[in-house]
């Protein structure tokens, strides 16, 4: 299925850029704290792939390689996520087979330091709305299309960088979250504008906060004329929710 358009605004879709980094060709760069991805190329080029950042990917310093990949991987909570988040995992204890329910998504490359697992992961996902933010859970995800792509042109072996926050600052330059949690220059004219944006939203749900107690009045006031109690006054049906799960360091692949 296609990313859904309203994932892919400006800075949230994948495309070739000119690179200023000293990475060789065929390096993967991860920058946590901008929330990108490079796999540099040849001639001063990379391209550019928005990610989300869970807090495991967040914990993860230095540099490594891929170790190993997966098509439509295997996914398994640990025990200790169960145990802390049954509302979330407990439905998921024995696995999950690859698909498009799969929280790793498409595609994984599983990272190795010291010929061992390092327990960070590089995968696709199963909530393209993620992409491009901060998330409870998780390494670093891409959308499923860019994580096929980056899949497809990459051998293991490939070597890993994992940016430090000073090197991402000289590189990508101060970024800060806008109003929608998106990730921006942090510019005066973004500062400005997030202000606005704050100011509008609140103004916005005030606006909706009145409306769900009129509808609230509303629905009493039809109970009480039908003699129907209000602990028993039905309540319009609400659109079903989806669970979107995330992986943890020490989750089984």
Not at 30 to 39: F, G, I, P, Q, S
Not at 128 to 141: E, Q, Y
Not at 163 to 176: D, N, T, V
Not at 211 to 226: F, I, Q, S
Request: charged residues 25%; hydrophobic residues 35%; glycine residues 10%.
């Amino acid at each position: 299925q296609p990313v859904p358009v309203q994932y892919l605004y400006e800075g949230n879709r994948r495309e070739v850029v000119a690179y200023a980094g000293s990475e060789a060709p065929g390096t993967i760069v991860v920058d946590t704290h901008a929330r990108k991805l490079y796999l540099v190329e040849e001639g001063g080029m990379a391209t550019r792939y928005p990610i989300a950042v869970g807090r495991e990917g967040l914990s993860f310093r230095g540099n490594g390689v891929i170790g190993r990949k997966a098509e439509w991987p295997y996914w398994q909570p640990t025990a200790n996520m169960v145990r802390t988040r049954p509302d979330l995992y407990a439905a998921y204890a024995a696995g999950l087979p690859g698909g498009l329910e799969n929280p790793l998504g498409a595609r994984a490359l599983y990272l190795y330091r010291g010929g061992r697992d390092s327990m960070f992961r590089i995968h696709g996902t199963s909530d393209s709305a993620s992409i491009g933010h901060a998330t409870s859970a998780g390494c670093i995800r891409l959308f499923n299309q860019d994580i096929i792509d980056l899949y497809n042109k990459v051998p293991s072996g490939t070597f890993v960088k994992v940016r430090s926050e000073e090197e991402s600052l000289a590189l990508e330059g101060p970024m800060m979250e806008s109003a929608f949690g998106h990730l921006v220059p942090a510019t005066p004219e973004n500062i400005a504008q997030k202000e606005k944006d704050l100011i509008a939203i609140e103004k916005q749900a005030a606006k909706d906060r009145v409306a769900a107690e009129r509808a609230e009045t509303k629905r009493l006031a039809a109970c009480e004329r039908r003699g129907i109690a209000p602990d028993d006054c039905p309540r319009p049906e609400l659109p079903g929710s989806v669970v979107t799960v995330g992986t943890s360091e020490t989750s089984t692949f």
